[in-house]
C-alpha cells in the first residue's frame, strides 16, 4: 500500500508565492520519478513539473522560470516552489508518485490534491 498526500495549497496574491509539498509513504522500496500536475474544472490535468530519482527535472512552458521542483529524498518528499504566482495558476494541483514498493512492483498513486487559488 503506497499513500500520495499534498500539502501548503492556499490563497495567495498575484505575484506571491506559495511551496507545496507531496509526501509519499507506505511499504516503499524506492521513490522513482514524481510530477505536479494541475487541473482546472472542465479541463483536462495538465502536468506541471516533473523530478526524476536521479534530480533531472522539466517543466510545462506556462510554468518555467517561476516555478521550481525539488526533492529531499530522505524526507520521501517532493516540493513545488511557485513564484510570481498568476490568477492562470489557480487549480488543484496534483501529486503523482511513481514508486517501486517492498515486494518490487512498480506503481503509480496520485494523491487526493490540494487547492491553489491566486486572487488579490
Known amino acids: 500500500q503506497v499513500q500520495v498526500v499534498e500539502s501548503g495549497g492556499g490563497l495567495a496574491q498575484p505575484g506571491g508565492s506559495l511551496r507545496l509539498s507531496c509526501v509519499t509513504s507506505?511499504?516503499?522500496?524506492?521513490?522513482?520519478?514524481v510530477a505536479w500536475h494541475r487541473q482546472t474544472p472542465g479541463k483536462p490535468r495538465e502536468l506541471v513539473a516533473i523530478?526524476?530519482?536521479?534530480?533531472?527535472?522539466n517543466y510545462a512552458d506556462s510554468v518555467k522560470g517561476r516555478f521550481t521542483i525539488s526533492r529531499d529524498n530522505a524526507k520521501n518528499t517532493v516540493y513545488l516552489q511557485m513564484n510570481s504566482l498568476k490568477p492562470e495558476d489557480t487549480a488543484v494541483y496534483y501529486c503523482?508518485?511513481?514508486?517501486?514498493?517492498?515486494?518490487?512492483?512498480?506503481?503509480?498513486?496520485w494523491g487526493p490534491g490540494t487547492q491553489v487559488t491566486v486572487s488579490s
Open positions: 507506505g511499504n516503499i522500496f524506492d521513490i522513482r520519478t
Open positions: 503523482y508518485s511513481q514508486v517501486v514498493d517492498t515486494s518490487r512492483t512498480y506503481l503509480g498513486s
Open positions: 523530478i526524476t530519482s536521479t534530480g533531472s527535472t
